[in-house]
């Protein structure tokens, strides 16, 4: 078994509306509550870094499968969409939809394309992110497949 550690460093100054800092071995940068929130909105915050944790870790994962299955990969991007409910003043983070497009080279077949399909859904399942928050936050796919005309 493996065991990696990854440490993050957190200053924050007051009070709700105040800016602070985080700092880990490649990301930096200030944090606030967004102006959705009534915050100051300055640097990220914690419902875009969990978005963005879910959504890199989805994309890299179905990359990788991508690059495994040997499918003539053209292009990939994704959105992705995160949605958090304020109900009597409780913050709850409901859902995080991603939004992949990704289109194979013109040489792919039906099958390929099939093979892809599975691998947009299975990355999903396969995703640490996603296995983390697994049963709190709802995850949903609205994929795009293609192959190259």
């Not at 913050?91 to 077949?109: C, G, N, Q, S, W």
């Amino acid at each position: 078994m493996a065991l990696h550690h990854f440490h993050l460093k957190a200053d924050w100054p007051g009070g709700r509306n105040e800016v602070g800092r985080i700092e880990s071995d490649k990301l930096k940068t200030e944090i606030s509550i967004p102006k959705e929130m009534d915050g100051p909105d300055v640097g990220t915050n914690p419902d875009e870094m969990l978005l963005g944790a879910a959504a890199t870790c989805y994309i890299i994962t179905l990359a990788a499968m991508i690059e495994r299955a040997d499918l003539p990969l053209q292009e990939m991007d994704m959105t992705s969409e995160g949605q958090v409910d304020v109900t009597d003043g409780v913050f709850t983070y409901k859902k995080i939809i991603h939004r992949p497009r990704v289109m194979l080279k013109r040489e792919a077949d039906e099958k390929d394309l099939q093979k892809l399909q599975r691998l947009v859904e299975k990355a999903e399942k396969s995703c640490m992110i996603s296995r983390a928050i697994a049963g709190n936050v709802a995850l949903e796919l609205d994929s795009d497949v293609t192959i190259a005309s």
